[in-house]
């Protein structure tokens, strides 16, 4: 009877003037690091080791016991440890009966293990309530208090009201917790410290290969071909003319790229006729990575808009003008003012500011901090709406650029079509394909299927 009031009495909401005390097994790296955020956030903690002496790395104000003595003082104990050592545990079954046991370990590799630490734990102490959470926060992040970029910790545990005490020592940590649900989440949150930018390999590869590509083929058709047919050379052209060919053609490919898959998605559910059916796993995955892929054009496109600034610092820049004002001068000869050329100017040179400025303004509204603030219906007309309209000043300003060049046969060097040519082709599908999305006869239907109308009822089961 006394022991089950104990536990009962354990696992208690806090009360906000009095912190209970933590007991953290392990006094490594990461055990010493948030023991002293705790002590800092105004909470007791006892430590369980195997030495009891107190030793200069432990934090001040901390206690140190042994392992069974710590575990008497708290109803939370975290498992500073790794797995291996988990053994030790298994003849302080007793003293951890009902204990709220906090696995944070992590594994060397992903899935080294039949089973989650957190898991593995659970079965090695079937009395103890297992929760785990605090492995994505590294000991370096606590102690310096750098913790803007690691501010979500991730829980899960079998067990509610465990799983509400640690998310309470979360929250007075500063933390932000995030439920994951049963511990059967364990392994995929132990998994997340060793994904390498997970949702961005994809987009990265994917940039790399068109922009390798894109480097090439300018090469080929600015360097390589005027120095063999025009017997000029222009390889310096590689440092700032190919990259600012190459940065405009890969952030409009790539932000045609960002809305090409829901393109594809209205197309599939009006010929499915139901919202209800899954996507194909590579629209999924695509669909999935779009914030990626519209960040890293907005990078090109910025790389662009930088380029674009220096050039008139070029010594080609200065020979060229210098050349024609020469060879005006001896000519006694005057250019007048075209009126056609200075509209194209002037309207690419906004269509391309415009469409940066809507450019950037998707990126802000892609971070965390600002897309929380704002309601889904805001955050649509942003992503959507303006991202088209951003998509259709961006494609503009690549046609107002070069469209005097599309008929004339110089411009196709060996045959091919120049780079602006080759970039226009994803956002004018997209484009293209919208403009017929957006027809009555077919917007109708689909908004219908959107909103739960099938064609065939015989797909939602």
Not at 435 to 446: A, E, G, Q, R
Request: with cysteine; hydrophobic share 45%.
């Amino acid at each position: 009877m006394n022991k089950n009031s104990s536990n009962i009495m354990a696992l208690a909401p806090n009360t906000p003037n009095k912190r209970e005390t933590v007991c953290i097994f392990g006094t490594g790296d990461f055990g010493r690091a948030l023991g002293h955020k705790m002590i800092q956030s105004g909470y007791p903690v006892v430590y369980g080791s195997r030495s009891t002496q107190i030793s200069n790395l432990i934090p001040k104000d901390a206690e140190v016991l042994s392992h069974a003595e710590a575990a008497q003082k708290a109803a939370v104990i975290i498992i500073a440890i790794q797995r291996q050592h988990y053994n030790f545990l298994t003849p302080l079954a007793e003293a951890l009966h009902g204990k709220v046991l906090v696995d944070i370990s992590n594994n060397l590799k992903l899935n080294q293990y039949p089973e989650s630490n957190a898991e593995y734990l659970a079965q090695l102490l079937p009395g103890s309530k297992v929760v785990k959470g605090f492995n994505t926060v590294s000991a370096w992040a606590l102690q310096s208090g750098t913790l803007d970029a690691s501010r979500q910790v991730f829980i899960c545990g079998d067990d509610v009201e465990a799983k509400q005490m640690v998310m309470n020592i979360v929250r007075g940590l500063g933390l932000t917790p995030v439920d994951k649900g049963s511990l059967l989440a364990a392994q995929e949150i132990e998994n997340y410290p060793l994904q390498l930018f997970p949702m961005w390999k994809l987009p990265i590869f994917l940039s790399l290969g068109l922009g390798l590509f894109f480097f090439f083929y300018c090469l080929a058709l600015d360097v390589i071909h005027t120095y063999i047919y025009e017997n000029n050379n222009f390889s310096f052209f590689i440092a700032i003319t190919v990259p600012n060919r190459v940065f405009p053609a890969m952030a409009l490919t790539l932000l045609g790229l960002v809305y090409l898959p829901g393109v594809f998605a209205a197309i599939i559910q009006l010929y499915r006729g139901t919202k209800y059916r899954r996507f194909p796993d590579w629209l999924d995955k695509w669909m999935l990575c779009r914030k990626q892929l519209g960040l890293i054009a907005l990078a090109f496109a910025s790389l662009h808009a930088v380029f674009t600034l220096v050039i008139p610092l070029r010594a080609f820049s200065s020979w060229r003008t210098s050349r024609k004002i020469i060879s005006q001068a001896l000519n006694n000869e005057t250019e007048p003012l075209d009126h056609t050329n200075a509209w194209l100017s002037d309207s690419y040179l906004a269509t391309g500011m415009l469409g940066f400025f809507l450019f950037v303004l998707l990126g802000i509204t892609s971070l965390p901090s600002v897309s929380n603030s704002v309601n889904w219906r805001e955050f649509r007309f942003i992503q959507s709406k303006l991202g088209y309209l951003a998509l259709i000043l961006c494609t503009a300003h690549a046609m107002i650029y070069g469209g005097k060049w599309f008929l004339n046969p110089s411009a196709y060097k060996w045959y091919l079509p120049d780079i602006y040519m080759l970039s226009l082709v994803v956002p004018c599908a997209v484009l293209v394909v919208k403009f017929v999305l957006i027809f009555p006869c077919v917007d109708k239907p689909l908004t219908q299927i959107r909103q739960g109308w099938e064609r065939n009822p015989r797909y939602s089961e």
